[in-house]
């Protein structure tokens, strides 16, 4: 949900895409420390399996700092009828 939100505060671009920062997604959902960071990353990679997201790293290697998320058709078809187009 946190990502679909963000998707319809920053526009609801086309594409679907979101850019996470892992900290604060953690922070936010009141997770804390490297478990926190971790918890994150395997939800989005749990996701990813499950076809309801992309998942891209375009840091540096070893850098978890921020991600960029491509919400399925199928979900921002739903966020957009939800709320609104």
Known sequence: MLLVLQWLDEGRAAE??????IATAAAELGLQ???GLLAIMRG???LEDRGRVKVQWPGAPGDSG?????????I????????GA
Do not use: C, K, N, W
């Open 66 to 74: 921020e991600a960029r998320v491509i919400l399925a058709d199928p």
């Open 33 to 35: 420390g490297d478990a």
């Open 76 to 83: 921002t078809r739903d966020a957009d009828r939800l709320f």
């Open 16 to 21: 679907g895409d979101v850019m996470l920062s």
């Open 44 to 46: 989005l990679g749990e």
